[in-house]
C-alpha cells in the first residue's frame, strides 16, 4: 500500500474530487494548508519581500493498493496542473498496515 500526500490550489480540489472518485479511489482526507515553495519565485514575483509568504493550499491524502498509484498520481497531476508556478507537490510514501477500527479488518481489506 502507498499513501499519496499532495498539495493543490483551492481552485482545483473539486475537480481532482471528482476525477479521483470517477476511478473509484475508495476515500481522502482533506486538510488547509498553508507552504512555502520556491522562495526565490515568490521573491521576483514580489521584490519588496523579505521574507517569503506562505500560500493556501489544499493537503489530499490517500492510502491506496500499490497497483492503483500511478493512475490516481497520474490523474492528480493532470487534473490540477495549470503550467503556473504553485500548482503544488506530489508526494507517495510506503504504508505499512492499515486497520480498520470499526471491524479489525487489516490491509486491503481495510481501505474499501
Given at each position: 500500500?502507498?499513501?499519496?500526500?499532495?498539495?493543490?490550489?483551492?481552485?482545483?480540489?473539486?475537480?481532482?474530487?471528482?476525477?479521483?472518485?470517477e476511478?473509484?479511489?475508495?476515500?481522502?482526507?482533506?486538510?488547509?494548508?498553508?507552504?512555502?515553495?520556491?522562495?526565490?519565485?515568490?521573491?521576483?514575483?514580489?521584490?519588496?519581500?523579505?521574507?517569503?509568504?506562505?500560500?493556501?493550499?489544499?493537503?489530499?491524502?490517500?492510502?491506496?493498493?500499490?497497483?492503483?498509484?500511478?493512475?490516481?498520481?497520474?490523474?492528480?497531476?493532470?487534473?490540477?496542473?495549470?503550467g503556473?508556478?504553485?500548482?503544488?507537490?506530489?508526494?507517495?510514501?510506503?504504508?505499512?498496515?492499515?486497520?480498520r477500527?470499526?471491524?479489525?479488518?487489516?490491509?486491503?481489506?481495510?481501505?474499501?
Amino acid at each position: 500500500m502507498k499513501k499519496i500526500q499532495c498539495y493543490i490550489q483551492h481552485k482545483k480540489l473539486e475537480e481532482v474530487r471528482g476525477k479521483l472518485f470517477e476511478l473509484g479511489v475508495p476515500g481522502l482526507s482533506v486538510i488547509d494548508a498553508k507552504g512555502i515553495g520556491k522562495p526565490l519565485s515568490q521573491f521576483e514575483s514580489m521584490p519588496d519581500a523579505k521574507v517569503p509568504q506562505f500560500l493556501p493550499r489544499v493537503e489530499i491524502t490517500i492510502v491506496l493498493e500499490d497497483e492503483a498509484v500511478d493512475e490516481v498520481v497520474d490523474t492528480i497531476a493532470k487534473t490540477a496542473h495549470t503550467g503556473n508556478l504553485g500548482d503544488g507537490k506530489i508526494f507517495i510514501l510506503p504504508v505499512e498496515e492499515a486497520i480498520r477500527i470499526r471491524t479489525g479488518e487489516r490491509g486491503k481489506q481495510a481501505l474499501y
